[in-house]
């Protein structure tokens, strides 16, 4: 019998072959510790290739879960598991590990070929370079063939069952139940009953093979974290982003069209909002970016919320078409899902490098709103609140999310009922809004609202609403052809002044000393290292300021009393140092950059550090 043992966290990484399911066995685990009440965070991290060479370094996929019983807020600096299912996943996550965390290891791939391909000369599980580490060896595929041997299935298909084996073992090492998992591939399965009996017995024999083995002798428990009282799900920034599109467009009671073209790391917003028609939601898989973008601007011309889904390289080939909503001044939602670069570059990594292109990418002065999702769960508030300002305003908005957020997830809490969700409230012009020279009521469709500035928005085919749209300028009010300087001058004007007056709300401080110096300001998925690693330096009595931007265009008016209000400004992004860029310029604040692009999010230790530098420099450090 094991002994229980009460942790108050752990963070577990699943790594193998691209081929050997470590996302599937992630997202179980993930899920069945959700289904437990943890707060958690996770990390996929897996090739762009759809098949990278098999036992390679290039291959190693990997999938990183941090749950604990209080509040989560990364997943995890390092892992203190790894379950490592061949030496290319032991080799490229070895690096990772702290000393004296565990290693499960599948010993059965650990073959002289296998080693060689990532250049091992010998075993490291024969000689003594683990000693630092608690290593288990395991048989992973061996055994799970053996406790398939009664199963008129082929030994490849045998073997392919070995991740459940894993999460079996694993499931009893951290005592997660095994039902959402059953029921999982009962669905999964549905129409191959030999495949899914497979999986369940392998699923049985790893949990059985650790309650039953001397080497895993200690059960680990993990407590609820105390949260919000309401029902809760585990959500991906992809399908948050999706559920609160659609969201925004029934509170306005419009259909959402969205005109997409796949590309990583955003096409699970096409896959997720295609399941969602039911809703009013309807999807053009276009033949390529532009006329993914045209769909949609279509769209918000005939009266629907119109959106367009993409990632850098994307957004790069719809700026003339952004440029015409601009001047069209339509509602569209571009939600651009940042991804490494340049060109190719890294798609199925994380950069924050976008923010200048979605700021200033295109052609003349072609003003738009940017707003930023700060974790999995808040791209379903983001999302909506891109909707309200689209269509509040008459403008394009660029959601920023990115490969972190699209593909990890949170806990998030469902929304109690309708009472709960923000309003987005929609007129569209009815009826003539001036006069000719001759008193006949006439539409100028650049008549603007006093208030926001923006234009009304008239269905085509309203009797009486005629009007002309397209690139080239209009002039102001009646929305004729005009190519006259000083019109052009105000229009350019006006539509600046019309994205400056967004109603944002100011930026929140946490400062809990209130007499902090040093204040770290961040964007976007930045969010959750910034917040951990402030808790990491306050825990050592550090007087350390925190704030984080949602909007970027506008940004909030009493930003630049915050940024002078404080010694020094630290600004991490996953870029070479954009924002700070920005903010240096329009406030003459000497912001100061932590910048890094590995493709990987910051961790909590490493901003920790930043801070206790900058601290130490300020002359209140533990050195100072």
Known sequence: MSNLKQINSVVVRFAGDSGDGMQLTGDRFTSDSAVLGNDLSTLPNFPAEIRAPQGTLPGVSSFQV???????????DAPDVLVAMN???????????????????????????????????????????LDAWQVHPVPLTSITVEALADFDLGRKDKERAKNMFALGLLSWMYTRTLDGTRAFLATKFADQPDILEANLAALRAGHAYGETTEAFSVQYAVAPAPME??????????????????????????????????????????????RLKHFGVTTIQAEDEIAAIGAALGASFGGSIGVTTTSGPGLALKSETIGLAVSLELPLIIVDVQRGGPSTGLPTKTEQ????????????ESPVAVIAANSPSDCFDAA?????????????????????????????????????????????????????????PVFHPYLRD????????????????????????????????????ANHDHMVRTR?????????????????????????????????????????????????????????????????????????????????????LLLRGKYLVDIQSHTAVRGL????AEIAAVIGDHLDTLGEGSHA
């Open 450 to 485: 006093a208030d926001t500035l923006a234009r009304p928005w008239a269905v085509p085919g309203t009797a009486g609403l005629e009007h002309r749209v397209g690139g080239i300028e209009k002039a102001d009010g009646t929305g004729n052809i005009s190519y006259d300087p």
């Open 601 to 604: 999010p910051f961790t909590a």
């Open 87 to 129: 030496p290319a996943a032991l080799k490229a996550n070895l690096g990772d590990l702290p000393r004296g965390s565990t290693i499960i290891v599948n010993t059965d791939e650990f073959t002289k070929r296998n080693l060689s391909k990532v250049g091992y000369t010998g075993n490291p599980l024969d000689d003594d370079s």
């Open 353 to 364: 490098a976008d923010l200048l292109q979605a700021m200033f990418g295109r052609n003349g």
């Open 229 to 274: 009282p309401g029902t809760y799900r585990n959500i991906t920034g992809n399908v948050a982003t999706a559920y609160g599109l659609t969201t925004a467009a029934h509170r306005a009671k419009l259909p959402l069209v969205l005109g997409s073209y796949p590309i990583t790391p955003a096409s699970d917003l096409l896959h997720n909002l295609s």
């Open 384 to 440: 909506i609140e891109a909707v309200q300002i689209a269509t509040t305003y008459r403008t394009p908005v660029i959601l920023l999310s990115d490969g972190y957020l699209a593909n990890g997830s949170q806990p998030w809490r469902l929304p109690a009922g309708i009472d709960e969700l923000p309003t987005v409230d929609v007129e569209f012009a009815t009826e003539p809004n001036a006069t000719d020279a001759k008193g006949k």
């Open 496 to 580: 600046q002044a019309k994205i400056d007056g967004i109603a944002v709300p100011d930026i929140e401080v946490d400062d809990p000393s209130g007499d902090a110096k040093l204040l770290v300001l961040g964007w976007g998925s930045t969010y959750g290292p910034i917040a951990a690693g402030a808790r990491l330096a306050r825990a050592t009595g550090a007087k350390v300021a925190r704030a984080h931007l949602r909007h970027l265009a506008p940004l909030p008016a009493n930003l630049g009393e915050v940024l002078r209000s404080y010694e020094r400004v630290v600004l991490p992004e996953m870029n070479l140092g954009q924002l700070a």
């Open 66 to 76: 941090h749950f604990a019983d209080h509040s989560v807020l990364t997943p995890g």
